[in-house]
């Protein structure tokens, strides 16, 4: 039993194979440059190594063809044909207030879908184009839509209402959704695991940083607020986007700058954030470099970033009452120690210290990492996370008819013997590189 999972954006296409029966990764890789011209395939295999090719994707079609004929082939691939493949998971970024789980795609499903396209232009109609090219390619197979806000739904009407004309939420859906929701899933379950704790008795505050970025409150194993909004443009400073502003100053640049709200919109998703700031950079490491140069425009943007973190975390405490464990994860929050220095550096009166020589080392994919000082009574956990996983477990629950909401279903790795093999693999060899991991590795209390 072979389950696919697809992660379609505008102009790519993410995918993962995984034997369900050997519970291990087979393949991963990325279709890039999809639409645009020059495509290019980047495909991963153990026993096969990086294989990358260019390949004219004209169409999402043509470029999920081009992955089932990687993991297809001889040479490349790691299953023997497309009858092997028992459903096809997909990451579907909004399913607003219509769905708190993920779900198999139905035309009625699909229509809900292509409803919702305005609440996220830029994510849904690349994630629908990813099931209708799946369906037509593989007829028959179990296609499932695992959303970005489904982790969200059990957030109270204080945390997702804005204070607008409630016409605008009665009519127009108007309210919080967040996003990053298997994330949140993943890392929920793993920081309860780490602290020994039953997941719906546990509080946290959890940090995914990336190219989008947002911050998630966890009540008693629960989201409870979360940073983005309607839209992923909401809250913290990202890559691109710039997260929270004055919305006055959408008004002063139409008026003032001569901007219509097309490019409003374009300049606030993809001209601001760190690149906005910086002018030239969106990658956190070439800030990092930057700053190491002594570049001041680098340094005050890092602070910005790492700030804005501060400020949440602050807000979220103060809303919990209670935290257990700060986790980062994602791209920068698992690999960016100048970020989660900045962020929780002064909040010691909070019970929050950061072991600084532990978090400038913790640089990692391979491991849950801890990097809390021996006297911090909140712990802090760098956890790699792994929505892919989420993914490939409601879609094999869902074609198996065991799926349920995530209070009432237990994942794999929720048990505390839960190794992912192929990170144990990559970890052997950065522990002969970085020995000093050895003894950041969180591990689950003993009983």
Not at 172 to 183: E, I, K, P
Not at 295 to 308: M, P
């Amino acid at each position: 039993m072979v389950i696919l999972t697809l992660n379609c954006g505008s102009s790519s296409v993410k995918y993962q194979v995984y034997d369900w029966d050997a519970k291990n990764v087979l393949a991963n890789g990325i279709v890039e440059r999809v639409t645009l011209g020059n495509s290019v395939i980047n495909h991963k295999a153990p026993g096969v190594g990086d294989f990358v090719e260019q390949h004219e994707c004209p169409t999402h079609t043509v470029a999920i063809e081009l992955i089932l004929k990687t993991i297809t082939d001889p040479k490349t691939g790691v299953v023997k044909d497309m009858k092997a493949i028992g459903a096809v998971g997909h990451r579907m970024v909004h399913g607003g207030m219509k769905f708190a789980r993920s779900v198999l795609v139905t035309d009625e499903s699909l229509a809900v879908f292509k409803e919702l396209c305005d609440l996220a232009p830029l994510h849904n109609p690349a994630n629908i184009m990813g099931v209708e090219a799946a369906k037509a390619i593989l007829p028959g197979v179990p296609q499932c839509a695992i959303m970005d806000t489904a982790w969200h739904q059990t957030m109270p009407e204080t945390s997702f209402l804005y204070a607008l004309p409630r016409d605008w939420y009665e009519k127009y859906q108007v309210r919080r959704y967040g996003f990053h929701g298997t994330s949140f899933l993943y890392n929920a379950k793993r920081a309860s695991v780490l602290l020994g704790k039953d997941p719906f008795k546990t509080n946290l505050i959890i940090a995914h940083i990336g190219n989008g970025s947002s911050i998630n409150a966890v009540k008693d194993g629960r989201s409870y607020d979360t940073s983005m909004g309607l839209t992923p443009l909401e809250g913290l400073v990202m890559g691109t986007r710039s997260g929270d502003i004055d919305p006055g100053i959408i008004f002063h640049m139409m008026k003032r700058g001569g901007l219509h709200a097309g490019e409003v919109e374009k300049k606030l998703n993809k001209e601001s954030g760190v690149l906005g700031l910086t002018k030239h950079w969106a990658d956190r490491r070439d800030i990092e470099n930057a700053v190491a140069e002594g570049d001041h425009v680098a340094k005050v943007t890092q602070e910005i970033e790492g700030y804005r973190i501060k400020k949440y975390i602050g807000a979220y405490y103060a809303a919990l009452g209670h935290v257990d464990a700060i986790v980062f994860t994602a791209g920068v929050g698992e690999m960016g120690p100048d970020t989660r220095r900045i962020a929780l550096s002064g909040l010691e009166e909070l019970g929050i210290v950061i072991d600084q020589e532990k978090n400038a080392k913790a640089k990692c994919r391979n491991a849950e990492l801890d990097i809390s000082a021996p006297n911090s009574r909140v712990k802090i956990f760098v956890i790699p996370t792994d929505e892919e996983l989420v993914m490939t477990e409601d879609s094999f629950a869902l074609m198996n008819g065991t799926y349920d909401v995530h209070t009432n279903y237990r994942y794999s790795f929720q048990d505390p013997g839960y190794v992912n093999r192929q990170r144990a693999d990559a970890l052997e060899n950065d522990l002969k590189k970085k020995p000093w991991l050895a003894d950041m590795i969180a591990k689950p209390p003993r009983k």
